[in-house]
Every structure is written in C-alpha cells, then in structure tokens.
C-alpha cells in the first residue's frame, strides 16, 4: 500500500487556498519545535462565517496537505463549527495519514484554533 492516499498527493500538489489575507480577521501560527515546520492561517469573517481562508505552510507535504484540506473543511462554515474541526477530522478527509504524520495534521488544527483566538481577541471577547 503507499504511504500517502491519493487525496494527500493531489493537495500536496495542488494545495488550495493557499496565500495571504492582508486585512485578516484572525490571524494563527504554530510551530512544531521537533520537525521545525511551521502554518500560518489567515481568517476573513462576516456574520460568525468564514468567508475566507488562506494559509502559509513551511513544512513538509502532510502539512501542506493537512492546511489545503483543513481550510477547505472551514471555507463557509460558521465559526462555531470551525472551532470543533479536530486534527482527527482532517487526517480522515484526507483518506488517513501515517502515524508518524499525523502531528501534521494537529498542527492544522492548532494554527484555525489560534486564527480563531486572534478573532475573539480582536472583537474583545473570550473564546
Ligand atoms: Fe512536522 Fe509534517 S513533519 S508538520
């Protein structure tokens, strides 16, 4: 069996939403200190939904790939909803990774959660 699904190989390949939102609503980065990768995710919300998303990933491909499809899991979705997205959840839409890949995927999760926080944070509310 190969190590990565097909869905893994083609956002790997053809990440979407991937860039900047200059006037980002929220904004997260993570790090994972062992492999040094790094995410960025960009928010832009309107009535508690996210309009849009981009992310910034300097990492390998299951983190490429773990961005691209956990932003398109959020894409229209209301805040509330984003905010229960699990690194679980994007493993499996991405048709499973290895074990030792799916602290990529966690990372995804860490970096929405923390856009999430900035967003409160900006509005003056508690998350
Ligand atoms: Fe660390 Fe993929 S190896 S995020």
Known sequence: MALYSEKVMDHFRNPRNVGVIEDADGIGEVGNAK???????????????????????FGCGSAIASSSMATELIKGKPVSEALTLTNQAVAQALDGLPAHKLHCSVLAEAAIKKALQDY????GLKL
């Open 35 to 57: 492999c040094g990768d790094i995410m960025k995710i960009y928010l832009k919300i309107e009535n508690d939904i996210i309009k849009d998303v981009k992310f910034e990933t």
């Open 120 to 123: 409160y944070e900006k509005k």
